[in-house]
């Protein structure tokens, strides 16, 4: 009986040792998302503060043309696209916790 009582004693005692195992890797998993998400957050704010900097320039740049009186050139149209500018919200919550994918 009390072999079975130790057996019992010990099996406790390791199975308490490896939930508090797997709680200090959930509790260190948790920490590094959230780190992750505030960093994502951070990149989103300078990728938006940029696009607002790119239309500002673009707003105030002056167009480029050449006349056909003082230049054989044709106009030159700017090289920059106006798909990086797009200022319409997307469809993310940005405090959302989790996204699923779509499925196809």
Not at 9 to 26: Q, V
Not at 53 to 59: D, G, L, Q, S, T
Not at 63 to 86: C, D, G, N, Q, R
């Amino acid at each position: 009986m009390q072999d079975k009582t130790q057996h019992l004693e010990n099996s406790l005692s390791t199975e308490t040792r490896i939930k508090l195992d797997l709680f200090s890797a959930l509790g260190d998993a948790k920490r590094q998302l959230e780190i992750a998400q505030g960093q994502i957050l951070q990149k989103d704010q300078e990728i938006k503060d940029l696009k607002q900097k790119i239309a500002e320039v673009m707003a105030v740049m002056p167009s480029i043309t050449y006349s056909a009186a003082t230049s054989p050139l044709s106009p030159v149209s700017p090289h920059y696209s106006s798909k990086f500018v797009e200022t319409s919200p997307s469809g993310l919550e940005p405090n959302a916790s989790v996204y699923q994918p779509l499925k196809k």
